[in-house]
């Protein structure tokens, strides 16, 4: 457990903290190969600008110890950041004796299967990576790496904390692992090799989430318990732009060559409580010109959170009592698939992140919590500003699932996933992921969107 020095410092230390700890694990690996090396996320700290720094740096923690994996080098990763809270803190820095009782439990349970193995035996999870998260119930297959420079590998087994998941014995090693009970689940293999000598894999933790509310648009008609028309944000809906389901989606169509702003969409009818929750949307495709694909968590027009992407650019945006304050950056399709809106308990700020795939996630913007989540309302939007396109479009077809507090969990999550792909001369639409031609209205380019809000931590 290293940089906790350099994320106090901050720049340049704290951003280059990550690199620094790549190079001081070839560093060891080249003096001591056949040395195994755990590296650990390090402890939260109680300043919430310092602790984002420390998310930060913890958040390239995994990736860089895949990397030195897949190298071959005997490497693990152990979790530590999630082990401890602000109150495990003695000065908001170090631990005090129970933050200290806590670190060695985990310590214990990660050198355990290391003493206990064998160090010829190498053993690590593929897939899923650490921190992804699925809706429940579903299935998704555990693939394993594992060797043995003295010997051979007889099998490998698959656990889900201390339940048994399944075997397999031909490389590359893999389950299905069917689940159903939401929360945070363990992930674990254990390699067997020719001796009956079990080597245990470091774990990977993954969420598994519930979905309790989705709407797929299929029925082209607009369920009035689930939606209403209008948008969050300001200014207010504007009824010339129309909002209809149609063609089993909800299809958008901005004004064309129309100054001003017109906006219209759907907005939850119901309420959600997303504290310590957090809500997604995929984007397959976004607006361009005047015309914006918007995404809001909020509870009017003058308080939100949202993402908006229009003109090459996607803004992420607070707006508290009136007072907006925001961040741009390029839109990258590929890069910026993904957003969501997340409020981490800990620190109590609201982080604007963006994911190729919906598993790893960076986050492009922190903030303080400044909004009330208990009664948030989220948004499915789109229109034009300023002088409108000559024949504009944004054509979401959407599905949302929200969800309530898990009954094992205290993590109240809200994920949307969303495939808007619009096109300042096409409507757009929001639904299922598919593909371009699956998803595409006749004669038209079209937006995909599909957003859930789910549960789970």
């Known amino acids: 457990m290293i940089g906790t020095n350099d994320i106090l410092q901050g720049d340049p230390y704290s951003s280059a903290a990550p690199a620094n700890l790549s ?53 693990r990763f152990v979790d530590m950041f999630s082990a401890l809270t602000i109150s495990d803190l003695s000065d908001g820095i170090h631990p005090n004796a129970a933050g200290y009782s806590k670190m060695a439990g985990v310590w ?12 010829a035996v190498s053993v690590s999870i593929t897939t899923p990576s650490y921190g992804a998260q699925f809706d429940a119930p579903g299935s998704v297959i555990i693939r394993a790496n594992a060797t043995n420079s003295a010997g051979t590998i007889s099998r490998v087994d698959f656990y889900q904390n201390t339940t048994f998941i399944g075997t397999s014995t031909v490389s590359p090693y893999s389950v299905t692992w069917n689940y159903s009970a939401p929360g945070p689940a363990r992930l674990t293999a254990v390699a067997i090799d020719n001796n009956s ?23 082209n008609t607009r369920d009035p318990a689930k939606w209403n028309l209008g948008v969050l944000s300001s200014p207010g809906p504007d009824p010339l732009v129309t909002a209809l389901e149609q063609n089993q989606r909800l299809e958008i169509q901005p004004l064309a060559n129309a100054s001003g702003s017109h906006y219209n969409g759907y907005v939850s009818t119901d309420t959600w409580d997303l504290t310590s929750g957090h809500a997604s949307v995929e984007v397959v495709s976004a607006t361009s010109i005047n015309a914006e694909t918007i995404f809001s968590v909020g509870t009017d027009s003058n308080n939100y959170y949202r993402f908006v992407a229009s003109n090459g650019q996607l803004s992420l945006q607070e707006k508290v009592a009136g007072t907006l304050t925001q961040t741009s950056l390029s839109f990258n399709a590929i890069y910026h698939r993904f957003w969501r809106l997340r409020n981490d308990v800990a620190t109590d700020q609201i982080g604007f992140e963006t994911s190729t795939d919906g598993l790893v996630w ?17 948004e499915l939007s789109g229109g034009t500003t300023a002088q409108g396109a000559s024949a504009p479009g944004l054509d979401p077809r959407c599905r949302l699932s929200t969800s309530p507090p898990c ?31 699956g998803c595409r209205a006749p004669r038209s380019r079209s937006a995909r969107r599909r957003r859930r809000t789910r549960s789970g931590r």
Not at 108 to 118: I, Q, S, T
Request: glycine content about 4%; proline content about 8%.
């Open 23 to 75: 190079a001081l694990i070839d560093k060891i690996v080249t003096d001591v190969p056949s040395a195994q090396i755990l590296v650990s996320s390090i402890t939260p700290l109680s300043d919430p600008t310092k602790n984002q720094r420390v998310m930060t740096y913890n958040a390239a923690i995994p990736g860089i110890v895949s990397t030195k994996i897949s190298q071959g080098k005997r490497v």
């Open 108 to 119: 214990y349970n990660e050198l355990v299967p290391v003493l206990l193995g064998n160090p």
């Open 197 to 219: 000598t079990a080597t245990t894999s470091s774990h990977v933790k993954v969420i598994i989430n519930t979905i309790v509310f989705s709407d797929d648009f299929n029925d």
């Open 362 to 378: 960076n986050q492009r913007r922190s903030v303080q919590r400044r909004l009330p989540l208990t009664l948030a309302r989220v």
């Open 407 to 437: 009954s094992t969990s205290s993590d109240r999550s809200g994920s949307y996933r969303s495939s808007p792909s619009t096109r300042p001369t096409r409507p757009s639409e929001w639904g299922r992921r598919c593909s371009p031609a």
